[in-house]
């Protein structure tokens, strides 16, 4: 991690070189730092590929992507953010879910 702002940055957490460094080496979308008065740890979170799809949308691209939909009603803002990221069998899936939920109400 060269790039000084990124440096500054995570100082401004109050993180240490070693502890910088340990995030330089993590794999991104995957590795993540916990830090906590009771100590400090690395740990891997294996989400796949829908909980990528929201948890680690955090581009600017996945921004304009969640803009396009944010008027919706949640199961549509679901069902077209997952099929702009390419996830059309979850979002057949969740449309499948509501249809049948809304057969039982009726």
């Known amino acids: 991690?060269?790039?000084e702002r990124s440096m500054a940055f995570?100082?401004?957490?109050?993180?240490?070189?070693?502890?910088?460094?340990?995030?330089?080496a993590a794999l991104p979308k995957?590795?993540?730092?916990?830090?906590?008065p009771l100590g400090n740890r690395l740990f891997s979170l294996?989400?796949?590929e829908l909980g990528l799809a929201y948890c680690a949308a955090t581009s600017a691209?996945?921004?304009?992507?969640?803009?396009?939909?944010c008027h919706l009603?949640?199961?549509?803002?679901?069902e077209?953010?997952?099929?702009?990221?390419g996830l059309n069998w979850?979002?057949?899936?969740?449309?499948?879910?509501a249809h049948d939920a809304s057969r039982k109400t009726a």
């Open 1 to 3: 991690m060269d790039d």
């Open 10 to 24: 995570y100082r401004g957490f109050g993180l240490n070189d070693q502890q910088i460094a340990i995030i330089a």
């Open 30 to 36: 995957r590795e993540y730092y916990f830090t906590s």
């Open 46 to 48: 294996a989400l796949g």
């Open 61 to 69: 691209d996945d921004q304009v992507v969640a803009d396009r939909f």
């Open 73 to 78: 009603p949640t199961e549509g803002f679901n």
């Open 80 to 85: 077209e953010y997952l099929r702009a990221k």
């Open 90 to 97: 979850a979002a057949e899936a969740l449309s499948a879910a």
